[in-house]
């Protein structure tokens, strides 16, 4: 969700509390301020609580309270019948997996001061998406956690270009998606593409919008090649389409 918030004189600086997470603002064109909030796919529906405070050039400091209104959301569920190494993972690589979960939580915890992306945001790969974000699998009878992503159909080494400015934060191997980069855009906001058959840059390295971060794949637990875009907003999933469509500049 992006907050614009317009103001009827000098502002210096917004700052909003929702979610229990902060939300930074930055000034857009005309002197419009706009914060970006990651709604989780499951958050429950309800009003929840938007605090701003805002600080005039002149003057005491501006506090005001919104309601964020979330509405209840059906997604889709698919029946699938696979092979069944594609659903549960051998007790070999229990400790791999937990680790890698473990590595890839303490990442999209933290939240970089610096904001590296500006403007609207492209698609890593051409094409529309096929599948749905927040749909939900059940592999031979047994439910699976909610597509927390988008999927792009992408044939074996498709390049993949960052969609947006970001430092490089992880790159390597692994056990559920393969080949992965993660893109540290600030601010809390996260890209993760996955199943990738090369990766061309490095951690720590900072990429520009469009440049290509690797190629596309079919590695880690897929049936075939394609793009997984996962977005992570302040540890919330969002879908990244969503992202594209409400900065379009």
Avoid: C
Wanted: net charge negative; no cysteine; hydrophobic share 40%.
């Amino acid at each position: 969700m992006l907050l614009r918030v317009e103001a009827s004189r000098p502002v210096t600086e917004v700052r909003g509390v929702v979610f229990d997470e902060t939300v930074r603002f930055y000034q857009a064109e005309g002197g419009v301020w706009q914060g970006l909030v990651g709604i989780d796919l499951q958050v429950e529906p309800g009003d929840y609580t938007a605090a701003l405070r805002i600080i005039p050039a002149t003057g005491a400091a501006i506090e005001q309270d919104y309601t964020l209104k979330v509405e209840y959301k059906a997604y889709r569920t698919r029946q699938l019948t696979v092979a069944p190494r594609y659903v549960e993972p051998p007790p070999d690589v229990t400790e791999r997996i937990q680790r890698e979960a473990r590595q890839q939580a303490a990442i999209f915890a933290s939240a970089t001061p610096e904001r590296l992306w500006r403007g609207s945001w492209g698609r890593p790969v051409p094409g529309q998406a096929t599948s749905a974000f927040g749909s939900r699998s059940v592999f031979n009878g047994q439910s699976r956690n909610p597509h927390s992503g988008a999927d792009f159909r992408a044939a074996e080494g498709t390049p993949v270009s960052a969609p947006n400015a970001g430092t490089v934060v992880l790159t390597g191997d692994t056990y559920f998606s393969g080949g992965s980069v993660i893109l540290d855009h600030g601010w809390g906001l996260y890209s993760y593409f996955a199943h990738l058959s090369k990766m061309l840059v490095e951690e720590g390295e900072l990429v520009e919008p469009g440049q290509v971060v690797g190629h596309a794949g079919a590695t880690g637990r897929v049936t075939g090649p394609h793009l997984h875009w996962t977005l992570r907003l302040n540890g919330a999933r969002v879908d990244p389409l969503s992202l594209i469509e409400i900065l379009d500049e």
